[in-house]
């Protein structure tokens, strides 16, 4: 018995690579758009932020990410960590030099660059164009052969897949150690919503790369994601490990769709917001 308590006391405990603790986030020094969010991303995890448009998905990531004040809004409460320090009151590019990098949701690529061109400014701030640039271009083709393809077309005149590839690819040039990705389903059609995804999972599991996704999708999230967090109304109303979140009746309900009788309308959804358990 004993030497089964010495094996549980011993036995390592994940480490938390980003801890949000109890933020709030005002706009304009009036409007409350985030209260009291907390959240972990441990390291090698792939984590997912879920919730409807206007939850508050992005404005945390831009809170972690530094992008706020750009917008006129600042963390007022509360402190963000990474790898045990804090780094709310540093600026973006510190945060990139750190291993922390923004894909942002729109992909936000430079359209009159190539997609080579592109992917080159990811590295900018690792300083001279030099050491182990070459092998990381040839890191980020393997992991997507439509980018190898196209790399001398302008990004501005590539699919949105396409445009989704180079955002992600254009991070890992700077050797992130976690990737804040911001609705990487958006516009994109099925099929390349799961190839992304799958990258995603590869670049994880390969790279060692922790992922904190914004995403609205969440039947794709859940089966990526090894945990959640829900937002609604600027809060987190839930969280578990993404099996046990896609199991959840209230999840299914709510946010899939589905309840224990199957499938439910829109109309019927809509009916039952007002019994939801956390409001």
Not at 16 to 37: M, P, Q, S, T, W
Not at 40 to 49: C, D, K, N, P, Y
Not at 161 to 186: C, H, N, V, W, Y
Request: one cysteine or more; hydrophobic letters at 40%; glycine letters at 10%.
């Amino acid at each position: 018995m004993a030497a089964v308590l010495q094996e549980q006391t011993t036995s390592p405990v994940p480490r938390a690579a980003l801890a949000v603790n109890n933020i709030e986030v005002i706009y304009d020094h009036v409007i409350l758009v985030l209260r009291g969010v907390s959240l972990q991303v441990e390291e090698g995890r792939i984590v997912a932020l879920l919730g409807a448009n206007g939850a508050g998905k992005t404005t945390t990531l831009k809170a972690i990410s530094n992008l706020l004040r750009a917008e006129r809004g600042d963390v007022t409460k509360g402190q963000i960590t990474f790898q045990g320090e804090r780094i709310d009151r540093l600026n973006p590019a510190a945060l990139v030099r750190r291993g922390i990098c923004q894909v942002m949701e729109g992909r936000h690529c430079f359209p009159h660059l190539t997609v080579e061109e592109n992917l080159l400014t990811g590295a900018y701030t690792r300083g001279a164009l030099g050491g182990g640039l070459h092998e990381d271009l040839d890191k980020v083709y393997a992991y997507f052969p439509r980018l190898k393809e196209r790399r001398h077309s302008q990004s501005g005149y590539t699919s949105g897949g396409e445009q989704q590839m180079t955002a992600i690819g254009r991070a890992l040039m700077a050797r992130p150690k976690m990737i804040l990705l911001d609705e990487p389903s958006m516009g994109l059609a099925p099929q390349l919503v799961g190839e992304i995804f799958e990258i995603v999972k590869e670049l994880n599991r390969k790279e060692k790369v922790s992922f904190l996704l914004a995403e609205q999708n969440t039947h794709i999230a859940l089966q990526f994601a090894d945990y959640g967090y829900i937002l609604e109304n600027g809060r987190v109303v839930m969280d578990g490990e993404g099996s046990s979140l896609a199991e959840n009746e209230d999840v299914k309900e709510f946010y899939l769709g589905f309840s224990s009788g199957g499938r439910k309308s829109f109309r019927d959804v809509k009916s039952y917001r007002r019994r939801k358990r956390w409001l």
